[in-house]
T-cell receptor, first 113, second 113 residues
Framework: AQSVTQLGSHVSVSEGALVLLRCNYS??????LFWYVQYPNQGLQLLLK??????LVKGINGFEAEFKKSETSFHLTKPSAHMSDAAEYFCAVHSGGYQKVTFGTGTKLQVIP | KAGVTQTPRYLIKTRGQQVTLSCSPISGHRSVSWYQQTPGQGLQFLFEYFSETQRNKGNFPGRFSGRQFSNSRSEMNVSTLELGDSALYLC????????????FGSGTQLSVL
Protein backbone atom coordinates (compact mmCIF):
# COMPACT_ATOMS: atom_id res chain seq x y z
CA ALA A 1 0.00 0.00 0.00
CA GLN A 2 1.15 3.52 -0.64
CA SER A 3 -0.08 6.91 0.49
CA VAL A 4 0.96 10.54 0.57
CA THR A 5 0.24 13.25 3.12
CA GLN A 6 0.79 16.90 2.37
CA LEU A 7 0.74 19.10 5.45
CA GLY A 8 -0.97 22.41 4.85
CA SER A 9 -3.48 22.89 2.07
CA HIS A 10 -2.49 26.56 1.81
CA VAL A 11 0.91 28.15 2.35
CA SER A 12 1.69 31.86 2.07
CA VAL A 13 5.18 33.29 1.76
CA SER A 14 6.57 36.70 0.96
CA GLU A 15 8.38 37.24 -2.29
CA GLY A 16 12.04 36.39 -1.74
CA ALA A 17 11.35 34.19 1.28
CA LEU A 18 12.06 30.50 1.63
CA VAL A 19 9.44 28.12 0.28
CA LEU A 20 8.91 24.87 2.20
CA LEU A 21 6.14 22.47 1.21
CA ARG A 22 5.86 19.31 3.25
CA CYS A 23 5.24 15.79 2.04
CA ASN A 24 5.27 12.51 3.93
CA TYR A 25 4.79 9.19 2.23
CA SER A 26 4.01 5.62 3.10
CA UNK A 27 5.25 2.76 0.99
CA UNK A 28 6.02 -0.86 1.63
CA UNK A 29 8.94 -0.76 -0.78
CA UNK A 30 11.48 1.90 -1.78
CA UNK A 31 9.37 4.33 -3.69
CA UNK A 32 9.59 6.68 -6.59
CA LEU A 33 8.62 10.14 -5.38
CA PHE A 34 7.49 13.11 -7.42
CA TRP A 35 6.55 16.74 -7.09
CA TYR A 36 4.19 18.18 -9.69
CA VAL A 37 2.99 21.77 -10.10
CA GLN A 38 -0.36 22.92 -11.45
CA TYR A 39 -0.93 26.46 -12.64
CA PRO A 40 -4.51 27.75 -12.92
CA ASN A 41 -6.52 26.16 -15.71
CA GLN A 42 -3.71 23.85 -16.67
CA GLY A 43 -2.72 20.26 -16.17
CA LEU A 44 0.12 19.15 -13.91
CA GLN A 45 3.77 19.29 -14.91
CA LEU A 46 6.68 17.53 -13.29
CA LEU A 47 8.97 19.59 -11.03
CA LEU A 48 11.28 16.79 -9.96
CA LYS A 49 11.52 13.05 -9.36
CA UNK A 50 13.39 10.93 -6.82
CA UNK A 51 14.62 7.55 -7.99
CA UNK A 52 17.19 6.63 -5.32
CA UNK A 53 20.17 7.93 -7.28
CA UNK A 54 20.66 10.86 -4.87
CA UNK A 55 18.79 11.98 -1.79
CA LEU A 56 18.82 15.65 -2.83
CA VAL A 57 16.98 16.12 -6.08
CA LYS A 58 17.11 19.31 -8.08
CA GLY A 59 14.19 20.24 -10.26
CA ILE A 60 13.06 23.00 -12.54
CA ASN A 61 12.54 26.64 -11.58
CA GLY A 62 15.02 26.45 -8.69
CA PHE A 63 13.08 23.88 -6.66
CA GLU A 64 14.68 20.96 -4.90
CA ALA A 65 13.57 18.20 -2.57
CA GLU A 66 15.37 15.99 -0.10
CA PHE A 67 14.48 12.35 0.45
CA LYS A 68 14.73 11.36 4.11
CA LYS A 69 14.01 7.70 4.58
CA SER A 70 14.10 7.81 8.38
CA GLU A 71 11.40 10.48 8.38
CA THR A 72 9.56 9.13 5.30
CA SER A 73 9.58 12.68 4.00
CA PHE A 74 10.19 14.37 0.68
CA HIS A 75 9.79 18.08 1.37
CA LEU A 76 10.00 20.61 -1.45
CA THR A 77 12.04 23.79 -1.00
CA LYS A 78 13.08 26.87 -2.90
CA PRO A 79 15.44 29.45 -1.36
CA SER A 80 13.68 32.53 -2.71
CA ALA A 81 10.04 32.67 -3.75
CA HIS A 82 9.01 34.43 -6.93
CA MET A 83 5.57 35.66 -7.82
CA SER A 84 5.45 33.17 -10.67
CA ASP A 85 5.72 30.30 -8.15
CA ALA A 86 2.11 30.85 -7.07
CA ALA A 87 0.43 27.58 -8.00
CA GLU A 88 -0.75 24.30 -6.49
CA TYR A 89 1.86 21.69 -5.73
CA PHE A 90 1.28 17.96 -5.54
CA CYS A 91 3.48 15.30 -4.04
CA ALA A 92 3.09 11.80 -5.49
CA VAL A 93 4.38 8.31 -4.76
CA HIS A 94 4.79 5.19 -6.85
CA SER A 95 5.82 1.86 -5.34
CA GLY A 96 7.10 0.22 -8.46
CA GLY A 97 5.87 -2.16 -11.09
CA TYR A 98 2.62 -1.24 -12.76
CA GLN A 99 0.90 0.19 -9.69
CA LYS A 100 -0.91 3.47 -9.91
CA VAL A 101 0.66 6.77 -8.93
CA THR A 102 -0.90 8.15 -5.74
CA PHE A 103 -1.13 11.91 -5.31
CA GLY A 104 -1.38 14.00 -2.18
CA THR A 105 -4.24 16.44 -1.77
CA GLY A 106 -2.10 19.37 -2.86
CA THR A 107 -0.76 22.59 -1.35
CA LYS A 108 -1.67 25.96 -2.78
CA LEU A 109 1.23 28.36 -2.60
CA GLN A 110 0.48 32.05 -2.39
CA VAL A 111 3.36 34.51 -2.87
CA ILE A 112 2.83 37.91 -1.33
CA PRO A 113 4.59 40.88 -2.93
CA LYS B 1 5.95 16.86 -30.35
CA ALA B 2 2.36 17.68 -29.56
CA GLY B 3 1.37 17.37 -25.91
CA VAL B 4 -1.51 15.46 -24.39
CA THR B 5 -4.77 16.69 -25.88
CA GLN B 6 -8.08 16.42 -24.07
CA THR B 7 -11.42 17.23 -25.61
CA PRO B 8 -13.72 18.87 -24.95
CA ARG B 9 -12.28 21.50 -22.64
CA TYR B 10 -15.61 22.23 -20.97
CA LEU B 11 -18.82 20.25 -20.68
CA ILE B 12 -22.15 20.98 -19.06
CA LYS B 13 -24.54 18.09 -18.53
CA THR B 14 -27.61 17.37 -16.47
CA ARG B 15 -28.13 14.62 -13.94
CA GLY B 16 -28.87 11.25 -15.49
CA GLN B 17 -27.11 11.96 -18.77
CA GLN B 18 -23.95 10.26 -19.89
CA VAL B 19 -20.73 11.80 -21.12
CA THR B 20 -17.66 10.72 -23.07
CA LEU B 21 -14.30 12.42 -22.69
CA SER B 22 -11.40 11.97 -25.06
CA CYS B 23 -7.65 11.94 -24.58
CA SER B 24 -4.92 11.81 -27.22
CA PRO B 25 -1.56 10.95 -25.65
CA ILE B 26 1.84 12.10 -26.79
CA SER B 27 2.93 10.19 -29.87
CA GLY B 28 4.65 6.96 -28.86
CA HIS B 29 3.18 6.86 -25.37
CA ARG B 30 1.32 3.64 -24.68
CA SER B 31 0.13 4.27 -21.12
CA VAL B 32 -2.83 6.54 -20.45
CA SER B 33 -4.15 7.28 -16.97
CA TRP B 34 -7.24 9.17 -15.92
CA TYR B 35 -7.69 11.24 -12.76
CA GLN B 36 -10.63 13.08 -11.24
CA GLN B 37 -9.71 16.34 -9.53
CA THR B 38 -12.04 18.07 -7.10
CA PRO B 39 -11.30 20.77 -4.50
CA GLY B 40 -12.17 18.51 -1.61
CA GLN B 41 -10.65 15.21 -2.72
CA GLY B 42 -7.63 16.28 -4.74
CA LEU B 43 -6.51 13.92 -7.52
CA GLN B 44 -8.27 10.59 -7.46
CA PHE B 45 -7.03 7.81 -9.74
CA LEU B 46 -9.68 6.42 -12.06
CA PHE B 47 -7.89 3.89 -14.27
CA GLU B 48 -4.86 3.26 -16.41
CA TYR B 49 -4.69 1.68 -19.84
CA PHE B 50 -1.69 0.21 -21.56
CA SER B 51 -1.82 -1.23 -25.06
CA GLU B 52 -5.64 -1.31 -25.02
CA THR B 53 -5.78 -3.20 -21.70
CA GLN B 54 -6.92 -1.78 -18.39
CA ARG B 55 -3.99 -2.33 -16.08
CA ASN B 56 -5.16 -0.54 -12.94
CA LYS B 57 -8.45 0.68 -11.61
CA GLY B 58 -9.29 3.07 -8.79
CA ASN B 59 -12.19 2.97 -6.37
CA PHE B 60 -14.93 4.43 -8.52
CA PRO B 61 -18.37 2.98 -9.24
CA GLY B 62 -19.05 1.05 -12.40
CA ARG B 63 -20.64 4.15 -13.95
CA PHE B 64 -17.09 5.20 -14.76
CA SER B 65 -15.55 3.25 -17.59
CA GLY B 66 -12.85 3.70 -20.15
CA ARG B 67 -11.15 2.20 -23.12
CA GLN B 68 -8.06 2.61 -25.20
CA PHE B 69 -7.76 2.25 -28.92
CA SER B 70 -4.97 0.74 -30.98
CA ASN B 71 -3.50 4.21 -31.62
CA SER B 72 -3.32 4.72 -27.80
CA ARG B 73 -6.07 7.33 -27.79
CA SER B 74 -8.34 6.83 -24.82
CA GLU B 75 -11.88 7.65 -23.88
CA MET B 76 -13.64 7.63 -20.56
CA ASN B 77 -17.36 7.42 -20.14
CA VAL B 78 -19.53 8.33 -17.20
CA SER B 79 -23.10 7.10 -17.30
CA THR B 80 -26.07 8.27 -15.24
CA LEU B 81 -24.32 11.46 -14.16
CA GLU B 82 -24.65 12.68 -10.60
CA LEU B 83 -24.04 16.15 -9.18
CA GLY B 84 -20.95 14.82 -7.42
CA ASP B 85 -19.35 13.93 -10.73
CA SER B 86 -18.67 17.61 -11.36
CA ALA B 87 -14.90 17.81 -11.53
CA LEU B 88 -11.85 18.40 -13.64
CA TYR B 89 -10.95 15.17 -15.40
CA LEU B 90 -7.27 14.90 -16.21
CA CYS B 91 -5.60 12.51 -18.57
CA UNK B 92 -1.90 11.69 -18.36
CA UNK B 93 0.32 9.69 -20.66
CA UNK B 94 3.76 8.12 -20.41
CA UNK B 95 5.74 5.75 -22.60
CA UNK B 96 5.29 2.64 -20.47
CA UNK B 97 3.54 3.69 -17.26
CA UNK B 98 4.86 2.53 -13.91
CA UNK B 99 7.07 5.06 -12.16
CA UNK B 100 7.71 7.21 -15.19
CA UNK B 101 7.11 10.92 -15.50
CA UNK B 102 3.49 11.63 -16.36
CA UNK B 103 2.57 14.14 -19.03
CA PHE B 104 -0.79 15.73 -18.30
CA GLY B 105 -3.37 17.30 -20.53
CA SER B 106 -5.18 20.49 -19.54
CA GLY B 107 -8.25 18.53 -18.53
CA THR B 108 -11.95 18.51 -19.22
CA GLN B 109 -14.03 20.55 -16.78
CA LEU B 110 -17.33 18.73 -16.33
CA SER B 111 -20.25 20.48 -14.67
CA VAL B 112 -23.33 18.44 -13.82
CA LEU B 113 -26.48 20.46 -13.17
Amino acid sequence: AQSVTQLGSHVSVSEGALVLLRCNYSSSVPPYLFWYVQYPNQGLQLLLKYTSAATLVKGINGFEAEFKKSETSFHLTKPSAHMSDAAEYFCAVHSGGYQKVTFGTGTKLQVIP
Amino acid sequence: KAGVTQTPRYLIKTRGQQVTLSCSPISGHRSVSWYQQTPGQGLQFLFEYFSETQRNKGNFPGRFSGRQFSNSRSEMNVSTLELGDSALYLCASSPLGGGEKLFFGSGTQLSVL
